[in-house]
């Protein structure tokens, strides 16, 4: 059987902290190399960083809508050359040129600690191109990645012929879209990555979450909260965790096996509270 890196972390911990985009803020910019430095020293088990394209087919760290924020311009990454990124300054938080670049894939993975793990998100599309698999290959890191997408068809075909190397783990937002993965037996399905709108969800059924577990599958929630439209899980994020409940109890309660969040250092010190209690 394949070694899956991430689940004998899970095995050693109470839940895994996966950050999202790694740690920014001030003129520490998301989806770099700097970013995930900081997510690492603040505790994180897993930075999760964004994969997009430019118009020459070269691979960076970036999350396309965010060109106007970054970038200080309106075309979508995906119609930009390499060239024009390579020597853009990409602005911080205040709207201020922050003196650093954007990273191109290759350049993460090159710096990415032999002893670290990352989930490379947003590169489903990309899913059909040898050359983005190659990079990956290239790189000799394939036991430390894990790679994402929502359980659709087209995904998961182009996966099957390229990723196979690969661990993979879907977003599911019910138990059908579990199965047609599972149907997928040359994918390397390592875990699932939840989506609910309340804690009614069959998804959080106990008994089929534990099968799941006896198959090798953890579990994911989100827990950062992008904005007032969103719903990640059951109405539970960062903001609830950080100023109402101080905590993130529900998320341990429900058996949930990697926690993503924007906020790393306090999951860390939660993590390190609920741990000594247990001792």
């Known amino acids: 059987m394949k070694r899956n890196l991430f689940l004998e972390k899970v095995n050693e911990n109470v839940f895994l902290i996966m950050v999202h985009r790694g740690f920014w803020g001030g003129n520490i910019i998301e989806n770099s190399v700097e970013s995930s430095k900081l997510a690492f020293r603040a505790g994180a088990d897993i930075v999760e960083v964004d994969v997009c394209q430019t118009s020459d087919k070269k ?5 396309d809508g965010n060109e106007p924020k970054l970038l200080s311009r309106a075309e979508n990454f995906k119609k930009i050359s390499s060239m024009e990124i390579d020597t853009s300054e990409v602005y911080n938080s205040i709207g201020n040129k922050s003196g650093y670049k954007i990273n191109t894939l290759s350049q993460f993975l ?4 032999n002893n670290k793990l990352a ?3 947003r590169s489903w599309e990309y899913w059909n191109d040898v050359d983005f698999f190659k990079i990956l290959a290239k790189s000799g890191k394939r036991e430390q990645l ?3 997408s929502p359980a659709e068809k087209e995904y998961l075909d182009n996966f ?3 990723g196979t190397t690969l661990s ?3 977003i599911v937002k019910s138990k059908e879209e579990v199965d047609l993965v599972l149907s997928y037996k040359n994918i390397n399905t390592i875990g699932l990555e939840l989506v609910i709108t309340d804690f009614q969800s069959n998804l959080l059924d106990p008994a089929w979450l534990e099968q799941n577990r006896k198959k090798g599958l953890f579990t994911i929630a989100n827990s950062e909260n992008l904005g007032s439209e969103f719903n990640l899980f059951g109405g539970l994020n960062d903001d609830v ?3 109402d409940s101080n905590d993130w109890t529900k998320f341990v309660q429900l058996g949930i096996d ?3 969040t924007d906020w790393p250092n306090f999951l860390f010190q939660y993590r390190e509270k609920i741990g000594q209690v247990g001792e």
């Open 241 to 243: 965790a950080l100023l």
């Open 146 to 148: 894990v790679l994402k």
């Open 258 to 260: 990697v926690i993503q």
């Open 168 to 170: 993979y783990i879907p």
């Open 119 to 121: 989930n490379l998100d």
């Open 110 to 113: 090159d710096w990415l600690p």
């Open 59 to 63: 691979y960076y760290l970036f999350h």
């Open 160 to 162: 099957s012929k390229h």
